[in-house]
């Protein structure tokens, strides 16, 4: 059988056949390194693809907190599973060139980040200068407010100001 991951509008879920390992309680889970093939697990610690075994689940849950988000959630039966809550988001629909268009957005963004996101999606070659007429605000504002959005993951410029254009990640 096969790792199966499926994606939901408020979670993720990882399926992975077999339960946790022989001898690992569940009380022990994420603190102790049993691996389900020790030969395998060995070749790719040497080989420089696994820094240290038995660390992996520190790291997701420590990631999760970093982010603010809710801890994962392990269960095992017959398949060891992991659900990762995903954080509640504005489902807003656009128009662009006559066709519906639907945006996932974090909660939490601001009103010009929404509006902001919604402009570059309705057109990805739209300038600093144009989102300030259409919002109304100044300039510089809406480059500020594309920063706080770069660095939140959710845009990147591609290319010079004149002639370039936006990629989304949302």
Same mark, same amino acid.
């Given at each position: 059988? %096969?790792? @199966? ?10 399926? %992975? ?21 020790? +030969? ?9 693809? +696994?820094?240290?075994? #038995? ?8 990631? @999760? ?12 039966? @017959? ?14 629909? +656009?128009?662009?060139? %006559? ?12 009103? %010009? =980040?929404? =509006? ?5 999606? =309705? ?30 993951? @959710?845009?990147?410029? +591609?290319?010079?100001?004149?002639? #370039? ?6």
């Amino acid at each position: 059988m %096969n790792v @199966m991951v499926e994606v939901f509008d408020d979670r993720v879920e990882i399926y %992975n056949p077999g339960g946790i390992p022989k001898g690992l309680k569940e009380s022990e889970f994420g603190t102790k390194s049993v691996p389900r093939n020790p +030969i395998i697990a060995n070749l790719l610690h040497r080989a420089g693809y +696994i820094e240290k075994m #038995g660390t992996g689940i520190k790291k997701i849950r420590d990631a @999760m907190a970093d982010e603010g988000l809710e801890a994962p959630v392990f269960t095992s039966t @017959m398949f060891f599973t992991v659900v990762f809550k995903r954080p509640p988001m504005h489902i807003l629909s +656009i128009d662009k060139s %006559n066709k519906n268009v639907t945006l996932k957005l974090p909660d939490g963004l601001t009103e %010009n =980040e929404v =509006e902001i996101c919604k402009l570059i999606k =309705e057109n990805e070659r739209i300038t600093y200068i144009e989102m300030a007429e259409r919002l109304g605000i100044s300039e510089s504002t809406v480059t500020r407010v594309a920063r706080s959005l770069s660095k939140k993951g @959710m845009i990147k410029r +591609i290319g010079p100001e004149r002639g #370039g254009s936006w990629k989304t990640f949302f």
